[in-house]
């Protein structure tokens, strides 16, 4: 290349690209003039653990929001860490295709399901979505198809995560949709009842708080919405579920199950509904079915309301998933089990109840 356009060096390239009055003086170590020479990898990472170490912790008392607003640091199990985050044949975010050669991973998927299933108390549940944002934006779609496209008002309350919230604000945009935000207890749904197509409530909150929607979900159900819960599957191992106070679908991420916080994503997300909203569910569903042998197989459900059908007809525009971390999460919930999973949860609970 370099004699192709007369030259002898890398250096005289790179001067006929870059700009002089760009291109640095001087060379750049990786942390500047603390290192201006560069580190070793041993040396860099000491280094800057020593940086880290000055980091000063805020006491709760002086967060507005409960901690982390969805993302928590957690420990995640060495024989899951070595056997499927660090094995690349998990590699993969998306569902399996080919379910001949994929049972295995299908079978951890099928869990995945049966676990938001069962900790969220609604009969149906996908593979995982991206994250709790784009989860919750699809259930607000969900809500709005479910109107036939007639209502287009959804309330919002006013203690979701603030990234939920932003992910709700930037779909509703394309769809005409117009967020109503506002506190869930003093709302009036009066001036709006007939164009409320949903709500959503964050449970627990971002602040901390778990509060029961029970009659809240009545009063909405009585205009004709629906109710949708963004929540946490930790928490739900000692809370009601979502389905038991009238909640219509439930979303939320299940990175609280074993996935590392990784500066904020990816994460997988997850959304269960009722039996009946299941032909517009959003994303992919693994279920039970039988081979030529007659035995037990698992495959991807009802495919066509979302992949093999027309771009207008289709239920969601979302074609991916977050398999890996999906799987993650259920096998964390495999290794811990319901009883330990349980503790967990009150050990958390213990320690935020002296800095509430």
Not at 54 to 75: A, D, H, M, P
Not at 89 to 103: D, K, N, S
Not at 208 to 229: M, P
Not at 337 to 354: A, F, I, Y
Request: aromatic share 8%.
């Amino acid at each position: 290349m370099l004699k192709t356009f007369g030259l002898t060096e890398l250096e005289q390239l790179v001067a006929k690209v870059v700009p002089e009055q760009v291109r640095l003086k001087r060379g750049v170590g990786v942390l500047g003039s603390m290192a201006p020479d560069g580190l070793t990898e041993s040396e860099l990472l000491t280094t800057l653990k020593k940086i880290s170490s000055q980091n000063k912790v805020l006491l709760f008392q002086s967060c507005r929001r409960s901690g982390g607003c969805g993302y928590t640091n957690v420990l995640l199990p060495n024989v899951i860490k070595r056997n499927v985050l660090e094995n690349p044949g998990w590699y993969t975010q998306y569902t399996p295709y080919q379910p001949e050669v994929a049972q295995g991973r299908l079978l951890s998927l099928l869990n995945y399901q049966t676990m938001v299933k069962d900790l969220t108390g609604l009969p149906i549940a996908n593979a995982s979505l991206l994250d709790e944002g784009t989860a919750a934006a699809e259930a607000m779609i969900m809500c709005y198809s479910t109107a036939n496209r007639k209502r287009s008002k959804f309330f919002v309350d006013d203690a979701v995560h603030p990234q939920t919230l932003a992910c709700l604000r930037t779909r509703a945009e394309g769809f005409k949709i117009e967020i109503v935000l506002g506190n869930w207890r003093t709302v009036d749904f009066e001036p709006i009842k007939d164009d409320l197509a949903g709500v959503i409530v964050q449970y627990p909150n971002s602040y901390g708080s778990i509060d029961d929607y029970t009659e809240f979900a009545q009063r909405v159900h009585s205009y004709g919405g629906l109710v949708v819960a963004a929540t946490d599957l930790m928490a739900l191992t000692l809370l009601k579920p979502p389905g038991e106070f009238g909640a219509d679908i439930a979303v939320g991420s299940s990175q609280r199950f074993g996935v590392p916080m990784a500066y904020g994503g990816p994460h997988a997300a997850f959304f269960s509904c009722r039996e009946d909203q299941r032909r517009r569910l959003p994303g992919r569903i693994v279920g039970v079915s039988r081979d030529a042998d007659g035995k037990m197989a698992l495959r991807l459900s009802l495919q066509t309301r979302e992949q093999h059908i027309r771009r207008e007809k289709a239920t969601s525009n979302i074609c991916t998933a977050q398999v890996l971390l999906a799987n993650m999460a259920a096998l964390y919930a495999v290794f811990h089990g319901p009883g330990v999973s349980k503790r967990l949860t009150g050990r958390c609970d213990c320690c935020c109840m002296p800095q509430s």
